[in-house]
Structure formats: structure tokens, C-alpha cells
């Protein structure tokens, strides 16, 4: 890990904390209209749930310019709290909000994330819990939730369950949960959904890594975070949050630049832990925490005209670069998916009254539902199977390809939208319970070609030893 940029203000700050047993972090940017919640649920989990530890709660910032650090400051003091719930703990809950400095030039989740570790290993806190900062559905025991298996069940590292709608989470279920649950062997169901718990020990172990990257400081940390916990053994449990509610995104409008960073970093730690993962065969449960909870998810808008468009108008342009790491039967059948996708959006488009390559209403015309927009293309379908073979090829060429990394899943995000497109389409007339299965099955996919992956990989890696052996194998440190 880069070594340590903390400011003089935030040593200070530790000085003046000097330990704690417990912290809560929240990182933040742009989120004034939202974490004062989160803030006073986080202090009363603290002081509910944790009476006689020593707590600190700390806002990393990136120096949002709409006030966040100021409604932090302002939310009321942990005395409030105190009161309303009529607890009286050992211990003051602290509280800090602070603008966090950015990692060899790059601000972002991860460079917030790596201040919050520092101050807690100097803190020498036993458990960190972070939760996000557009939270609207998170309740102080959420604080118990994420913090107890740590703290009472000897867990090193607590990952969400949640109920979250049928469309959101969608590079959690088409890559991130799929693949880390293939490679590493556990069905880890949120392996990015950014509330998690952290031990002391496994602080240490993630500050003494040195694979920090520019994506990792921005929203790669979240898989950097469970791939580094699963590799180096650490206990890992999931915890049941129920709802996450949060600002909404659109998969094909918003989510563009954290799928290339979350699955750049995915990409070069499956490359760095090859000797892991290339003998697990299968996979296995995750214990789960806290009692079951049932409920209803926000729903979500996602425009899959939008995302067919982008896929087809990917492929005119990249079919070159997809023909060098996708494996030739399988880019002929991504490249007839992409003019399909084509044919149907324009079409749908037509009907619809809408302009064609942004899938968005033309003058006068309000925008359809997602279920108008998905019925207009109901015919397009992007098979489970192909997805799997198609992000091993991906995989493998990140690792023994002649493209680079950033520059692999730049063009890979066009074949992403579709995939995602795909599932949008045939879950919308299922409940978030059937869509759920349909993910399950998708992960077994991934488990069931997982030899495609291993054969090639074996392959590449035997034309390149010097690579396989040395720069690519596990590294000495753990
Ligand atoms: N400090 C800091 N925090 C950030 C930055 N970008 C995002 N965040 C925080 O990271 C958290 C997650 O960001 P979101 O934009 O909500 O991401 P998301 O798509 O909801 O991701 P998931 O909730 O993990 O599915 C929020 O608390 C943001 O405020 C940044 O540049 N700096
Ligand atoms: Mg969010």
C-alpha cells in the first residue's frame, strides 16, 4: 500500500481521539441531502448497541462543495441521541468529519476508505463498520449487525445481505457475485454492496498490501476489500441488512466508469492469485448473521432500449478489439447479438415514438416504463452460458492477452450493457424472488464453466512460465 498521506489535521485528530474500540466510517461525496440519517442511525447504533465500548465516528469527505461536511457537523450531537433513547454509556461517542487526502493523486471511495484505515489501526479499534452515505433505509442496528460477528462472533470481515430491487446491484449480479463466488469458492451474495464490517487484525492485513491501484482508490476498493479478505483467509460472514434504499442509478447511464474500476481491479487480482482459484472446484455457503428480515425494495427505472442501443453501437466500433480476446466462436455470437440488439431497439424505438440511440422521449412524448420499453424488445435474449465463456475470455486476456487491462474493459462495457439489457428484459414480469433464482443460476453457470477457464488458463500460462511463475503467482507476503 502507498505509503501513508494523512494531513497533519487528521494526526492531530488522532491525537486527540487516542483510541477506540469501535469506529463507525462513512465516506461521502456530494451526499448533503442524505447523511444527516445515516449519521444520526450510525451514532444511535453506537451508543444503543455498544454502551460501554469506546466509539468514534468519522465522516471522510472529499470536500464536497454542497455542504455534506457541514450537515454532518450539524446533525444532532450524540447527547440527542442519548436522550431520546435513554442510554447512558461508559464511554462519549467522538464524532469527526473530515476532507480526506487523496492517493498518489486520486480522490475518490477507495482514498476515503484508506484514511478510515489508518485512523482505525492507529485508533487500534477492534471493529470498523462502514456505511454508505445515500443510505435512506439503514436503522441503528445496523451498526449491531455489521459490527457483532466481529466483535462477538470472532468474524474478520461482515459483508450485507440485502432486498434490493430487481435492477439494482447489476454489476454485483452479473460479475462481481458470480465470479468471486467461482474463483474463490464462496457465495459471498454481496461482495460489493459497501456496508461492511472490518476487524482490527484484517486492517493491519489490507495496510500492508501492495496492490493499491488508481481504481482502487476509487470504486474498485469494494472487490479489492472482499478479494483481499477471501485470499488471505480471513473469516468472512454476511449479515442481514434487509432493504437497501439509496439514490437510484441507471446501469446504462450512471454506472459506467465503477464497472471499469471495480472490475479492473477484479481483473488483476484474479491475474495476482491465480495459485488460488485456478484447484477450487464448486463453492460454499457464507454464514449469515441476524434474524431474517422481509422486505420490500424501492423499485428502480432502467432504459433497456438505451442499453441494447449501446451494445449494437459498441460493436461497430470495437469488433476489432473484441475479436483479439474473445474466443472466435463466442465473438461470432456476441457480434450477431449486438446487431440483433440493434435491429430491436431501432424498431422498438420507431414504434415508440422515441430517438434511437439514446432511447429517450423526442418532444411531446413522455418516457415509457421500463416494462413498455423491455416488452417493445422482449425478443432479445443474451444467453446465461455465453455471458460465463465470454468474461472467462475476458478474464484470461487480462491476464495472457496482448491488450491492457483498462483498456480491455473500456471495451467490454458495450457487451456488459448488453448482458445487463438481457436481464432486465426476461426479469420483468418476475418477482424479485424468481429474479433471485435466475442469479443463482447464472452464478452456477459461471461454477460449471469454470474448466473452460482453467483448461485456457493452463494453456497461456504454460507458453508463458516467466509470467505464470513469477509476477502473476501468489505473493510472498501472505
Ligand atoms: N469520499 C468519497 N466518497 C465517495 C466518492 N464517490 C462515492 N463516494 C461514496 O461512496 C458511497 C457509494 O457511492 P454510490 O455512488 O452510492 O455507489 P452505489 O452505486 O450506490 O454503490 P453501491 O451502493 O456499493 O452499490 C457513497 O457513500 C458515496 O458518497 C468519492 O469520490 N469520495
Ligand atoms: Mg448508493
Same mark, same amino acid.
Given at each position: ?5 494523512? *494531513?497533519?489535521a ?11 474500540d ?5 465516506? &461521502?461525496? +456530494?451526499?448533503?441531502?442524505?447523511i444527516?440519517h ?14 460501554d ?5 468519522v ?26 433513547l ?8 467522538d ?32 471493529a470498523?463498520?462502514?456505511?454508505? &452515505? ?6 441503528p442496528?445496523w ?10 462472533g470472532?468474524?474478520?470481515y %461482515? *459483508? ?9 446491484? #447489476?454489476?454485483t449480479?452479473?460479475?462481481t ?15 460489493i /454492496? ?8 484484517l486492517i ?16 474498485g ?8 479478505a477471501? #485470499? ?6 454476511q449479515?442481514?441488512? /434487509?432493504?437497501k ?12 466508469p465503477?464497472?471499469?474500476? %471495480? ?13 488460488? !482459484?485456478?484447484?477450487? #472446484?464448486?463453492?460454499?455457503? %457464507? ?34 478489439? !473484441?475479436?483479439?480476446?474473445?474466443a472466435?466462436? =463466442?465473438?461470432?455470437? %456476441?457480434?450477431a ?6 435491429? $430491436? ?9 422515441l ?6 422521449? #423526442? ?11 423491455s416488452d417493445?424488445?422482449?425478443?432479445f435474449?443474451?444467453?446465461?452460458e455465453? !455471458? ?5 475470455? $475476458?478474464? $484470461?486476456s ?20 448488453? +448482458?445487463?439489457g438481457?436481464?432486465v428484459?426476461? =426479469?420483468?414480469?418476475?418477482?424479485e424472488?424468481?429474479a ?6 447464472q ?14 488458463w493452463q ?5 508463458a512460465?516467466?509470467? =505464470? ?10
Open positions: 500500500m502507498p505509503s501513508s498521506a494523512l *494531513t497533519p487528521i494526526r492531530e485528530e488522532i491525537a486527540r481521539l487516542g483510541c477506540a469501535i469506529m463507525v466510517g462513512i465516506p &461521502s461525496y +456530494r451526499n448533503a441531502a442524505t444527516g445515516v449519521v444520526r442511525a450510525a451514532q444511535a447504533g453506537l451508543v444503543q448497541y455498544f454502551p465500548l469506546r466509539p468514534v465516528l465522516n471522510a469527505d472529499a470536500g464536497s462543495p454542497d455542504g455534506t461536511q457541514r450537515v454532518v457537523v450539524e446533525t444532532e450531537p450524540p447527547g440527542y441521541i442519548e436522550q431520546i435513554l442510554v447512558h454509556p461508559t464511554n462519549r461517542l464524532r469527526v468529519s473530515l476532507t480526506y487526502p487523496e492517493v498518489d493523486g486520486i480522490g475518490g471511495k477507495g482514498a476515503a476508505l484508506r484514511t478510515l484505515f489508518e485512523m482505525a489501526a492507529a485508533l487500534e479499534v477492534e470498523l463498520v462502514v456505511v454508505d &452515505s445515500d443510505l435512506r433505509s439503514i436503522v442496528e451498526i449491531e449487525l455489521l459490527a457483532g460477528p466481529i466483535l462477538k470472532g468474524y474478520d %461482515v *459483508t450485507p445481505l440485502y432486498a434490493r430491487h430487481k435492477y439494482d446491484g #447489476t454489476i449480479n452479473t460479475v457475485y458470480p465470479v468471486t463466488r467461482a474463483l474463490y469458492g464462496l457465495r459471498i451474495r454481496q461482495p /454492496g459497501g456496508d461492511f464490517g472490518v476487524s482490527g487484525d493491519r492485513h489490507y495496510l500492508s498490501q501492495n496492490n493499491w491501484t488508481a481504481d482502487v482508490s476509487r470504486f476498493i469494494d472487490v479489492w476489500m472482499t478479494t483481499t477471501v #485470499t488471505g483467509g480471513f473469516a468472512v460472514c449479515t442481514r441488512l /434487509g432493504a434504499i439509496h439514490d437510484p442509478k441507471d446501469p446504462g447511464s450512471d454506472l459506467g465503477m464497472f471499469r474500476e %471495480v472490475v479492473g481491479t477484479l481483473l488483476t487480482m484474479a491475474r495476482d492469485n491465480a495459485e488460488r !482459484w485456478l484447484t477450487i #472446484t464448486g463453492s460454499h455457503d %457464507v454464514p449469515a448473521y441476524g434474524f431474517e428480515r422481509y422486505a420490500e425494495p424501492a423499485p428502480l427505472e432502467v432504459n433497456t432500449l438505451r442499453l441494447l442501443a449501446q451494445f449494437h453501437s459498441g460493436s461497430l466500433t470495437l469488433a476489432e478489439t !473484441w475479436g483479439r480476446f474473445i472466435p466462436d =463466442n465473438c461470432g455470437r %456476441v457480434l447479438l449486438a446487431a440483433e440488439a440493434g435491429t $430491436l431497439a431501432e424498431a422498438a424505438a420507431h414504434r415508440l415514438g430517438s434511437r440511440e439514446s432511447g429517450e422521449g #423526442t418532444a411531446g412524448r413522455t418516457m415509457p416504463s421500463t416494462d413498455e420499453l417493445a424488445v422482449a425478443a435474449h443474451f444467453p446465461d455465453l !455471458w460465463a465463456l465470454v468474461f472467462y475470455d $475476458l478474464l $484470461l487480462a491476464s495472457y492477452g496482448e491488450v491492457d487491462v483498462e483498456r480491455l474493459v473500456a471495451a467490454f462495457l458495450p457487451i456488459y450493457f448488453g +448482458r445487463v438481457s436481464l428484459i426476461e =426479469n420483468r414480469h418476475l418477482s424472488e424468481q433471485e433464482e435466475h442469479v443463482e443460476r452464478a452456477r453457470e459461471f461454477e460449471l464453466r469454470k474448466p473452460y477457464l482453467v483448461e485456457r494453456q497461456a500460462a504454460a507458453k512460465p516467466q509470467r =505464470n511463475g513469477s509476477a502473476h503467482g501468489p505473493e510472498p507476503d501472505r
